[in-house]
Every structure is written in structure tokens, then in C-alpha cells.
């Protein structure tokens, strides 16, 4: 069983930067692919990037690339993600998830309970 929890949400201006955290627990985080998602208000939870196992591999998806940076630190049990040049529409519920699986996968099995993330106009 792995434990999720985020930080790093809150409150920032269009144009500023976040970064989010995701602690984990357990003794196999540096086996399981992760990642982070989305939900704003309204719409569906849809992901946002992934990584592997060792980091080593990433995903973005279109929304994020070129502003958001996926990275983990193994020996801190941590995944990270850095987002630059916020946008009102970045606005939403962001959850980090881990998968069993080492590859970049769309299948994941633990959820944390999710940080808010407002970008104000």
C-alpha cells in the first residue's frame, strides 16, 4: 500500500510559477511509475505528465508542455511538479497518483487526496 499527500497548492497570479509536491510512503516508490492530474471545476480529471520509475522517461501533455517540469527524487520517496507561466485555465484540484508499473503508463493505482491550485487573472 503506498500513502499519497500533496502540497505546494494555493493561490497565485497568471504569469507566476508553483511547485507541487507529492510525498509517498513505503519502500517501493522508486519501482512505480507517477503522476500528476487535474479537475477543474466542472470537467473531467484528465492527466497532466507522467514519469517513470527512475525519472528518466517523462510525459507532458499539450496543455502543459513548455511550462510544466515532472521530476522525482527517489530518496526523498518526492515527485515533483514545476509550473511556470500559470493560467487561469491551470485552475483545479491537482492529484498525484503511482502506479505498480515502472513505464510511463495510463493506469495507476494509488491517489493522493488532491492540493488546490487557483490562478487569478
Known amino acids: 500500500q503506498v500513502q499519497l499527500v500533496e502540497s505546494g497548492g494555493g493561490l497565485v497570479q497568471a504569469g507566476g510559477s508553483l511547485r507541487l509536491s507529492c510525498a509517498a510512503s513505503?519502500?517501493?516508490?522508486?519501482?512505480?511509475?507517477m503522476g500528476w492530474f487535474r479537475q477543474a471545476p466542472g470537467k473531467e480529471r484528465e492527466v497532466v505528465a507522467g514519469i517513470n520509475w527512475s525519472g528518466g522517461s517523462t510525459h507532458y501533455v499539450d496543455s502543459g508542455q513548455g511550462r510544466f517540469t515532472i521530476s522525482r527524487d527517489n530518496a526523498k520517496n518526492t515527485m515533483y511538479l514545476q509550473m511556470n507561466s500559470l493560467k487561469p485555465e491551470d485552475t483545479a484540484v491537482y492529484y498525484c497518483a503511482a502506479s505498480r508499473r515502472p513505464v510511463l503508463t495510463v493506469t495507476y493505482d494509488y491517489w493522493g487526496q488532491g492540493t488546490q491550485v487557483t490562478v487569478s487573472s
Open positions: 513505503g519502500r517501493t516508490f522508486s519501482s512505480y511509475a
